[in-house]
């Protein structure tokens, strides 16, 4: 989610250097290119490390300010006391309401109609620092996990430009009112689990949007198997069937698999993932499920 960032800031000259933890695969490969063909520095940061690796991204490079985007660990304390306004965190989401560590999900399970990005002030307490920018996003019914960080992504690298404006005025931003905060923790097993008894078709439709493509999908099970629903569609029609949720109401190349959900709500699975790999939904009838048999309420 930061490249289209770090992009935008080299092209500007901006950039005075990289810091990446280790073992962060998705990027460490993009930015040792960047850093080769650019000559801008890169530094593999290790968490035992972090106090004195910031200390030679604010001396040596002579860092004015310090982005952190999508970055797991908390910045030490003595590093915020001794280099006050410097630190600056890329949520992405919309503060206070969305404070946790992936609000794209809970945005997506949620059916909120909007979300965006808060730029803060990095304080000792994660996420409730002074507000400096922020940027709305609406939601749109077809967003993904992975479509919305694209488009979260490229959000937050337009911003950039108006964000050094306020940072180089000094702005101070503007204190989270405490009133509207809420706090999501990190998504668990249990958050991805389709309840068929408890969730009607649209909650798991978002459900499925919510974990695709970083979980291949929401988990449900049949015969002690494990399926992932990884795109669905809510089929108009109530249900008004004797058969509980989580019951096959219809498995066919013509109708496709349709499942009962709470509230008499159906629910047509598209595409599905399991350990044979990614599939239509209607194709399970070829490993023995048939009409009437029963998904596991998770």
């Known amino acids: 989610m930061a490249i289209p960032a770090?992009?935008?800031?080299?092209?500007e000259g901006q950039l005075?250097?990289?810091?990446?933890?280790?073992?962060?695969?998705?990027?460490?490969?993009y930015c040792i290119m960047l850093s080769k063909q650019s000559g801008i520095p890169l530094l593999i940061i290790k968490k035992e490390n972090l106090s004195t690796q910031l200390e030679e991204l604010i001396i040596k490079r002579n860092a004015q300010f310090i982005f952190t985007m999508t970055f797991p660990w908390k910045i030490p304390a003595e590093v915020l006391?001794?280099?006050?306004?410097?630190?600056?965190?890329?949520?992405?989401?919309?503060?206070?309401e969305m404070r946790g560590a992936d609000p794209v999900f809970e945005s997506i399970r949620s059916g909120a109609k909007e979300t965006?990005?808060?730029?803060?002030?990095i304080e000792k307490k994660i996420d409730k620092g002074a507000i400096i920018l922020k940027r709305i996003l609406p939601l749109t019914i077809n967003m993904t996990h992975g479509i919305l960080?694209?488009?979260l992504s490229w959000l937050g690298a337009n911003l950039l430009s108006e964000l050094l404006v306020l940072l180089n005025n000094d702005s101070r931003?503007?204190?989270?009112?405490?009133d509207y905060a809420n706090y999501y923790a990190k998504p668990s097993a249990e958050d991805v689990c389709i309840?068929?008894?408890?969730y009607d078709a649209k909650t798991i439709e978002a459900l499925s949007r919510a974990c695709n493509p970083w979980?291949?999908?929401?988990?449900?099970?049949?015969?002690g198997w494990n399926i992932r629903v990884v795109e669905a569609t809510v089929i108009s029609e109530n249900s008004h069937q004797s058969e509980i949720p989580g019951t096959i109401l219809s498995l066919d190349k013509d109708n496709g698999l349709i499942v009962k959900c709470n509230n008499e709500t159906q629910l047509r699975l598209d595409i599905i993932y399991t350990d044979e790999g990614f599939m239509s939904g209607h194709k399970l009838f070829a490993f023995g499920m048939k009409k009437g048999s029963r998904f596991v309420n998770l």
């Open 6 to 11: 770090i992009q935008t800031l080299a092209s």
């Open 16 to 29: 005075c250097a990289l810091g990446v933890p280790e073992g962060n695969t998705d990027v460490i490969d």
């Open 81 to 96: 006391n001794k280099h006050h306004s410097k630190f600056y965190n890329f949520h992405y989401g919309l503060l206070p």
């Open 195 to 198: 309840s068929w008894q408890k």
């Open 149 to 151: 960080c694209t488009n």
């Open 116 to 121: 965006g990005i808060t730029v803060h002030v």
């Open 215 to 223: 979980n291949k999908g929401a988990y449900t099970q049949w015969n």
């Open 173 to 178: 931003g503007i204190k989270q009112d405490e």
